[in-house]
């Protein structure tokens, strides 16, 4: 079909939370380098600029098939004139400069490297850039001084920025079954993130935990934690009560019972088969460039260091925490936005507040949940914004 008969049901879904969204599509030559952009903008603290670039390549990846003109996107929604501009240059010259020459610049080169430090956001990844520092080798040459959390993701940098594969996440979602279910038996445990998603790799592995018995959830965390410990299954954990502060969510308040809501990053020691190291030097290869030596390389025994998030939430609340923990970031994002400016609500992961009603509803599934927000179903697997 012609161009203008697939872009109309496109044109009046600005929200990414209003389409289908797969994880494969046809235009990763326009979303990567939109991608690259946003990701810079990240690292000099420009949000508004970063969701610009986010939102025209998600836009991007809901079409049927690739753009080959220009003018195949006039009438798409989100797509900014220095997006416009960019995709112009790519469908002319195959590459964009703005693109190339931020993804060779140091700046951005450093950025990402010390970013990728676990437990390392974009401040003091820059504080430590406008230092000279370079990558994560500097960090232990300058002997910078650093929290638990970047000590461990420097010692593991190598593993915790090699990809995790959907097998390895089936291996840990094992694990994780095994240690809930033997401290809280009838616990559910549900993966979430991108691996329900359906993405095929991830930078972490993420679950979301809960009980039928509203309350029987309260202070799993550190049984979970301690049975994991017992086991010698973990090289690094930190808990926090998941306050309501903490989170960026928004004025949704649930009336009670946030403090039970308790989240652990923790990095797993994964054992590996012969088969799985192999399969890993092919991955470490295919990352060649990225810094090396800031591991003690476990070279004889068979292991590998993979980030975990576990969250824990009351059953009330288990929804509105699947919805809020499934992703992708920019559906989330896009989904408080459209409640907010079209429905007059407050979504967080805890909680849905409408201020015209001036209540909270209530919802037992994600379907109900979109229902409430007057949208479209989209299942996990389409909500790859
Ligand atoms: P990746 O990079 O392969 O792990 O991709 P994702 O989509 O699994 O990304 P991840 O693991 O960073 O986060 C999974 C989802 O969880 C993300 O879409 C939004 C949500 N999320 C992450 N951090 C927070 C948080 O601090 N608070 C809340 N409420 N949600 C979060
Ligand atoms: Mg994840």
Known sequence: PKPCEVTPAIITKSYACQRRTPLKHHNSFLTEPLEILAENAEFSENEGRSIA???????LKALPRAVRAMDELKD?????????????????????SEVESTRQSEQFQA???LTGVFGVG????????REGLRSPLDLVHTGQKLSHTQ?????HYNDLNTPVTKKEAMVISDIVERAVKAVLPGAIIILTGGFRRGKEVGHDVDFLI???????????MPK?????????????????????????????????NMDRFERCFSIFRLEQTKVDCDEHVDASSYNSGRTDGTEERHSGSSWRAVRVDLVV??????????LGWTGSKLFERELRRWAGQEKGMSLSSHALYDSKQQRYLQANSEEELFAHLGLEYIPPSERNA
């Open 53 to 59: 670039f986010r939102r025209s390549a998600s836009v």
């Open 76 to 96: 798409l929604p989100c797509l900014g004139e220095h997006s416009l501009r960019v995709i112009k240059e790519i469908l002319e010259d195959g590459t964009s």
């Open 111 to 113: 950025m990402k490297a």
């Open 122 to 129: 974009v401040r003091t990844a820059d504080r430590w850039f």
């Open 151 to 155: 000590q461990a993701g420097v010692q």
């Open 210 to 220: 809960t009980h039928p018995e509203e309350g029987a959830e309260e202070r799993l």
């Open 224 to 256: 979970i934690v301690n049975w994991l410990e017992d086991q010698g299954l973990l090289l690094y954990q930190k808990t926090t009560r998941n306050s309501y502060l903490e989170s960026k969510d928004g004025p949704a308040r649930p009336p009670s």
């Open 313 to 322: 939430s009351p059953y009330s609340q288990f929804a509105f925490a699947t």
